[in-house]
């Protein structure tokens, strides 16, 4: 059964309520004790920390597992970039915390991005069931499902690059609906734009993603009266996804030679 437009208006309100919900169970349960506990979160981290400190991605040689060895002297994580990215606030600030609170003081910083992005990947999903006509009551389970309800909530409290993944490829899935139903003006194009922005992040985050975060996109294809109208919103998105795939080359390229 297809939600009225009065249904859809109302459809944040109860959403949001969840996502702020969500967002206070996480901060009141979620603890930092994992953080750099797991070989694949440190290496996320410390390329955060790398990039803060020094402007590269080089990380000492022989220091982590799985890395690969540079000519320079240095070594490369084999993972994608974009969770690295996402953490560099918290790599400027943990030295000024850690100064004046000690060391470990500042692991509680770098949950502060898994914890944004698993809400934004909840968030994505309330968007996208209220947009499937499921109205308030759907939307604000489905954010409920996703943050707490689903495995993704667990890592809200590690630093891998899950968070980053989900909220990636949901938001590209909701934009894309969206989209889809606002007609042909600006509004619909500058959607897809994001839909395929959000899909060049989560090839960032992780580059194997290139063959599935694409499938979001399918929504912006939907056809209408005007046949245009589908390849208008593709080229959109494409258009979208330049910048974010130009930093996943740049990082490739720097990194693995190619």
């Not at 890395?67 to 490369?76: K, Q």
């Not at 490829?169 to 395929?196: C, E, H, K, V, W």
Request: net charge positive; charged share 15%.
């Amino acid at each position: 059964m297809t939600s009225t437009k009065a249904e859809r208006r109302s459809a944040p309100r109860p959403a949001t309520l969840a996502l702020l919900a969500s967002g206070l169970v996480l901060a009141v349960f979620v603890d930092d004790r994992q953080i750099g506990q797991i070989g694949d979160g440190r290496q996320v981290i410390q390329v955060a920390v790398a990039i803060a400190e020094t402007g590269g991605v080089g990380l000492p040689r022989g220091y982590e597992a799985l890395t690969l060895p540079r000519p320079d002297g240095d070594a490369v994580t084999r993972w994608g970039l974009g969770m690295s990215l996402a953490q560099l606030p918290a790599a400027f600030l943990a030295p000024v915390v850690e100064s004046r609170l000690g060391p470990g003081s500042s692991n509680s910083l770098f949950l502060v991005a898994p914890m944004l992005l698993v809400l934004a990947a909840a968030g994505a999903a309330g968007a996208a069931a209220a947009r499937l006509g499921g109205g308030p009551r759907a939307a604000a389970i489905a954010v409920i499902l996703v943050a707490l309800g689903s495995p993704l909530g667990s890592y809200a409290g590690t630093d891998l690059t899950e968070p980053l993944q989900a909220a990636a490829i949901g938001t590209a899935f909701a934009a894309s609906l969206a989209a889809r139903d606002a007609g042909r003006g600006r509004r619909a194009l500058f959607l897809a734009a994001a839909a395929g922005a959000a899909v060049g992040v989560a090839v960032l985050a992780k580059t194997n993603l290139v063959v599935a975060a694409p499938f979001a996109l399918l929504p912006l294809l939907a056809w209408r009266p005007a046949a245009s109208d589908a390849w208008r919103r593709a080229g959109a998105a494409a258009l979208g996804a330049v910048s974010p795939l130009a930093v996943w080359a740049f990082f490739e390229i720097s990194r693995f030679g190619g």
